[in-house]
């Protein structure tokens, strides 16, 4: 129940495509979406997040869409920059007294030039 | 540029040795996790301080690794003694949570790369 399951493990999208990376969970007390992006030799670091009281949330070319019922979330990447070659996290967390987030295993994406 | 510092960012020791892995969180966060990152594993959350005490250090193996929070501007991650399948990133972040806030942003290190021989 605790489990975020991610996909797909890698990516390669020509520039100007779309990205999209899939996750789904099992537990329905999670009410925190985020999206983590990851550079070779860095840190993860906050892309977007959303929680389950919109379906869509969208940050300039990021966008996330929820759905509650079949309890997945995506990642869409709208016009694909090689610059965006990165790993992407998906996570998931409750409120309450615990906050800690349950991570995806990461999806490598290569945006060829 | 409020950031999250570790030290040291490479580590190389010999099974059997004592690491010590160092983090200073942002200034006024009142949350340290630890994390270890590996290829197979992913983001494995080691564990996780609110106000300096240990919340949940669940998925810390505890006969050989051990967390702290001596002040609130220093966090350590300890391993005793290293095996070589403890080789991995080991990751610090901090955030700022409370229990009205819909702010859970975890802001990460640059991480440590430990190698063990």
């Known amino acids: 129940q605790q489990q975020v399951k991610q996909s797909p493990q890698s990516l390669i999208v020509q520039k100007g495509g779309i990205s999209i990376i899939n996750c789904a969970y099992e537990?329905?007390?999670?009410?925190?979406f985020p999206w983590y992006q990851q550079f070779p030799g860095k840190g993860p670091a906050l892309l977007i997040a959303?929680?389950?009281d919109v379906s869509e949330k969208k940050e300039g070319r990021f966008t996330i869409s929820f759905n509650k019922s079949a309890k997945q979330f995506s990642l869409h990447i709208m016009d694909s920059q090689p610059g965006d070659s990165a790993t992407y996290f998906c996570?998931?967390?409750?409120?309450?007294?615990?906050?800690?987030?349950?991570w995806g295993l990461g999806t490598s994406l290569a945006v060829n030039p | 540029d409020a950031r999250v510092t570790q030290t040291p960012r490479h580590k190389v020791t010999e099974m059997g040795q004592e690491v010590t892995m160092r983090c200073q969180p942002i200034?006024?966060?009142?949350?340290v996790f630890w994390y270890r990152q590996t290829m197979m594993q992913g983001l494995e959350l080691l564990a996780y301080?609110?106000?300096?005490?240990?919340?949940?250090d669940s998925g810390m193996p505890k006969d050989r690794f051990s967390a702290e929070m001596p002040d609130a501007t220093l966090a350590t991650l300890k391993i005793q003694p290293s095996e070589p399948r403890d080789s991995a990133v080991y990751f610090c972040?901090?955030?700022?949570?409370?229990?009205?806030?819909?702010?859970?942003?975890?802001?990460f290190g640059p991480g440590t790369r430990l190698t063990v021989l």
């Open positions: 996570a998931a967390g409750r409120g309450g007294n615990n906050r800690k987030l349950i």
């Open positions: 301080f609110r106000n300096r005490a240990p919340l949940d």
């Open positions: 972040a901090s955030g700022f949570l409370n229990s009205g806030s819909y702010t859970d942003t975890q802001y």
């Open positions: 537990n329905t007390a999670f009410d925190y």
């Open positions: 959303i929680r389950p």
């Open positions: 200034l006024g966060h009142n949350t």
